[in-house]
């Protein structure tokens, strides 16, 4: 059974930090392009970042410098670390798993940037 469990979510203030981890079981997590995505009320869910198989990452222009996409695949980990939040980076964050042939999601961590 394949599982992506998303955690680190939470309250910050602005310009705080919070790390994001998602733990991921049933599948060979090292051939999965993986990233992660973000929902805010009546929003339409969109991605934040990738890190392919192969390590090579990319941002979506708003969280360029500010978030970190990392992936460690003995552990079967995905992380973001984020920093410098804002209040427009509240949503509820999903992790993304895209496999050889079926893609995955978890069911995601809510994280609230306000003061």
């Known amino acids: 059974q394949v599982q992506l469990v998303e955690s680190g979510g939470g309250l910050v203030q602005p310009g705080g930090s919070l790390r994001l981890s998602c733990a991921a079981s049933g599948i060979i997590f090292s051939l999965y392009d993986m990233a992660w995505y973000r929902q805010a009320p009546g929003e339409e869910r969109d991605l934040v970042a990738g890190i392919e198989s192969d390590g090579s990452t990319h941002y979506e222009d708003s969280v360029k410098g500010r978030f970190t996409i990392s992936r460690d695949n003995a552990k079967k980990t995905l992380s973001l670390q984020m920093n410098s939040l804002k209040p427009e980076d509240t949503a509820v964050y999903y992790c993304?798993?895209?496999?050889?042939?079926?893609?995955?999601w978890g069911k995601g961590t809510q994280v609230t940037v306000s003061s």
């Open positions: 993304k798993g895209v496999g050889p042939r079926f893609a995955y």
